[in-house]
């Protein structure tokens, strides 16, 4: 086995690749780095040596290394294109790289645990009465008209947009997020977790999950 996920079993950003990799089926391993206080697992030195900025994901590939989501789903979709998860024609396939920079550019980087603990250990505010929820809301807006009509988030086909919205979504379930005006994320969302790729990347399906 050549293909190695370094994962936290509660990271958005490593569910999303846990997904892609499933629906690609290839066989990979899950190597746990766990970010959880006392442990940080990913602030020590053989971690810092293998990816600088000390997050998760990271893949490796044989002697292939990279981390950051698109990068790594962008490398498997060139690498092993048998099961495309970007659509082959335009405008599609830039529709789907902009959903899923949405998620990765605009809403998880402000709401991503570093940013919370910030907020909370800086300010002595807390993140979620106000700050999660906005941010929240403010993208999955804007999500929910650029999505189609189903069953997936694009169209007909799965792509890598559901497997950028299917973590972003269970994060803003497990922290209460009323989700009411968002019916086709929803719709998509709960379609995709029918199916075994999706349903096998949970993080309670996770090796390493507490």
């Known amino acids: 086995m050549s293909i190695k996920l370094y994962s936290y079993w509660r990271s958005s950003a490593a569910y999303r690749v846990r997904i892609a990799l499933n629906l690609k089926g290839l066989v990979h391993e899950i190597v746990p780095v766990s970010l959880a206080p006392g442990q940080s697992e990913h602030r020590k030195d053989a971690y810092r040596r293998k990816n600088p900025q000390m997050l998760v994901p990271f893949l490796e590939d044989g002697d292939f290394g990279t981390g ?56 002595k505010a807390d993140p979620m009465a106000d700050w999660y929820g ?9 999500l929910e008209q650029f999505a189609g009509d189903g069953p997936f988030i694009l169209g007909n086909s799965v792509t890598v ?16 997020i009323e989700l009411g005006d968002y019916p086709k994320l929803v719709a998509a969302v709960d379609h995709c977790n029918t199916l075994d790729a999706f349903r096998a990347a949970t993080p309670e399906a996770q090796p390493d999950a507490v």
């Open 68 to 123: 950051q989501t698109m990068a790594i789903v962008e490398y498997l979709e060139e690498t092993y294109p048998a099961v495309k998860l970007l659509p082959d024609e335009q405008p599609m396939r830039s529709q789907v790289r902009a959903f899923c920079n949405m998620i990765a550019c605009d809403i998880h980087p402000i709401l991503n645990l570093r940013i919370l603990n910030y907020i909370r250990d800086e300010f």
């Open 134 to 142: 906005h941010w929240i809301h403010e993208g999955f807006r804007a």
């Open 161 to 176: 947009a559901d497997a950028f919205m299917v973590p972003q979504m269970y994060n803003a379930r497990r922290f209460g």
